[in-house]
């Protein structure tokens, strides 16, 4: 069961992906949401607090499975790595409403908030990836030390990129099966593809 505040979260956020921030309505929100147009001041205060919140409660989700990842002590560093990306192109493909709002913020921002929020979860990923290349390099896991902030470019910009061609490189194959059973494939795919790159970049031999 999920709260009345992530109802209207949920609903706004379908909302915000389709039609952008300034193309929604608190109403439409209320409705979406089937709440009385009440609530969203109850909760939020204004429809901008929303928006905040929402990028705040998406945010914390990520911060959350990546602290989890870096603090195991069962795996080494390359298959955190592998957690990583899984986990990563998991959210992209189940969320893809909020990286939608996310992409367009990155380019059209003006909230002050939004713009620290992308600033704080992109510096925290790169610093995991700073703790796990520095932990693989003196174990003898990587033999490779490239750019950090790169490596982390290299993980989103792929998987952005790919999510949103998806529908373009089904009509490419000329695929024709059902759209699930197509999306799990290509997301399988793109997955292997990125673990290649970065085995390549980072020196890893899984066999050594």
Known sequence: MISKEEN???????LFAEHGFQGTSTREISKAANVNISMISYYFGSKEKLYEKLVEFRMNESQFFS?????????????????IVDQFSGRVRHHKCF????????????????????????????????????SGLQKGI???????????????????????????????????EDEEVFEE??????????????????????NK
Not at 8 to 14: S, T
Not at 185 to 206: A, F, P, Q, S, W
């Open 99 to 134: 990286y939608r709002i996310m992409q367009r913020e990155q380019l059209h921002t003006e909230n002050p908030q939004i713009v620290e929020f992308l600033k704080q979860t992109k510096l925290s990923f790169i610093s995991m990836y700073s703790k796990i290349l520095e």
């Open 185 to 206: 494939k290509y997301y399988t795919e793109l997955n292997k593809h990125i673990k290649y790159i970065l085995k390549d970049l980072l020196g890893y031999e899984e």
């Open 8 to 14: 209207i979260l949920f609903a706004a956020e379908k």
């Open 142 to 176: 990587f033999t490779k030390n490239p750019p950090i902030y790169l490596l982390h470019s290299t993980v989103s910009g792929t998987l952005f990129y790919a999510s949103n061609a998806k529908e373009m490189y089904k009509e490419f194959l000329n695929n024709t």
């Open 67 to 83: 602290k989890d990842i870096l603090e195991r002590t069962d795996i080494n560093e390359w298959e955190k790595i592998e957690k």
